[in-house]
């Protein structure tokens, strides 16, 4: 089959999302299948075809992107749409299956797509769902106009696609509640960069981000309104007066100087700020960290499950969720990998599990959960087989 992969990055700058869907790529043409990747270019110093598919029949259009400011939700959303208008041309007819990544105006990618394609297999990966989890970080007003416009938008995405790939069970009953067939619906966990657990890793590379000594909580991403790192500010207030316990957070996003100054006003001088780490290091720095911290804003657990947690999974240390209770992805993270869940907006909690973890001493999460679930293996062959409709949908 010929696959078109249409991306809304680029590989030309590392993203969090490369090492997935450079997997189901290198699945797709291990099995056969043609790929040619419609993307950004963003302007970045890095290949637009990563190194590890550069053996395989792929192809690729980058499309010149212009960035616009984070903190511009409306700016943003008129550049993604100028984006979709530019790779209108290279929806050509000859495509067999389209895969479309998660993005804010699928509605209008997918109405493109069947315009040009309109026998292709359609499938829609939705990593985070949109607007709700705009409306749940209080970027836009929930039942208002604009979301009931969005969110239109988006359904015309899910209704006119063929399949919808999403991350977790959570996310998947929040699409069902907005009347997505629940028979269209896969869920299929993010991966990390490998099948196994992460095992004696030489720390050398990392061993300059943390000082010696002391008990290491870690937050390592994006620091954005979703990933609600705020909590770890009020948390390391709390326990401020506690010796040997050092909050680290590194990253970069649109809320890091909010932080530091939030940060500084307190006086915290147990917080320590490092920028964003190249993506190879991310397994070395969880590894290194008494406890690894994910936390999200109220109600964000039913958009979003963020793609670090396999990685911290496979490193086997300590993991506290800190994105609410309610959710069955943590209940199944606290039953299967030893994980504690606290809520979101109580740093008084958090602040009590990492002194749980802590007093435990070496206790490590249970890789087992990890193994079975996110596998990179058999999850993006699954990907592969869901495009190319070899995969036996239930309905």
């Known amino acids: 089959m010929k696959i078109l992969f249409w991306m809304f990055t680029g590989f030309d700058r590392h993203v969090t999302s490369e090492h997935l869907l450079s997997a189901v790529i290198e699945q797709l043409c291990r099995a056969g299948h043609t790929v040619h990747i419609l993307q950004k270019d963003t302007g970045g110093d890095l290949p637009a075809i990563p190194e590890a598919l550069s053996e395989y029949d792929v192809t690729t259009d980058a499309i010149p992107f212009q960035n616009a400011d984070k903190g511009n939700f409306v700016a943003r959303y008129l550049a993604e749409l100028r984006y979709i208008k530019a790779c209108r041309q290279h929806l050509t007819a000859d ?4 895969f479309l990544q998660s993005n804010t105006v699928a509605g209008f990618a997918v109405k493109a797509v069947r315009r040009k394609l309109p026998n292709a297999i359609l499938t829609f990966n939705v990593q985070d769902i949109f607007p709700y ?4 970080s209080g970027t836009i007003r929930r039942g208002g106009a604009i979301f009931r416009t969005l969110a239109a938008i988006q359904r015309y995405a899910y209704r006119h696609a063929d399949h919808v790939i999403t991350i977790s069970e959570d996310m998947k009953g929040t699409l069902v509640a907005d009347g997505v067939e629940a028979d269209k619906i896969e869920v299929v966990y993010n991966w990390s960069y490998q099948d196994a657990p992460y095992e004696n890793l030489d720390p050398a590379p990392i061993a300059h981000l943390f000082e010696a000594g002391g008990f290491r909580v870690v937050y390592a991403g994006n620091l954005g309104v979703m990933q609600n790192v705020d909590l770890l500010i009020e948390t390391a207030n709390v326990l401020r007066t506690e010796p040997g316990i050092r909050f680290y957070i590194i990253g970069d996003g649109a809320y890091r100087q909010k932080l ?3 940060a500084e006003a307190y006086g ?3 917080v320590t700020f490092l920028p964003m780490q190249p993506p190879e290091r991310a397994p070395l720095i969880y590894s290194a960290a008494d406890v690894n911290v994910i936390p999200l804003r109220k109600d964000i657990y039913r958009t979003a499950l963020p793609s670090k947690t396999a990685t911290c999974l496979a490193c086997g240390k300590p993991i506290i969720l800190a994105i609410g209770t309610a959710g069955g992805f943590a209940g199944l993270a606290a039953e299967q990998a030893g994980c504690l869940v606290t809520e979101p907006d109580d740093p008084a909690q958090l602040a009590d599990a990492i002194r749980t973890v802590r007093q435990r001493g070496e206790r490590d999460s249970d890789v087992r959960f990890f193994l079975e679930r996110f596998s990179r293996t058999e999850n993006s062959r699954r990907y592969a087989r869901i ?9």
């Open 268 to 270: 915290l001088k147990n």
């Open 95 to 98: 495509y067999d299956a389209v």
């Open 133 to 136: 989890n705009a409306a749940f």
């Open 387 to 395: 495009i190319t409709g070899e995969h036996a949908n239930p309905h």
């Open 260 to 262: 530091r100054l939030k």
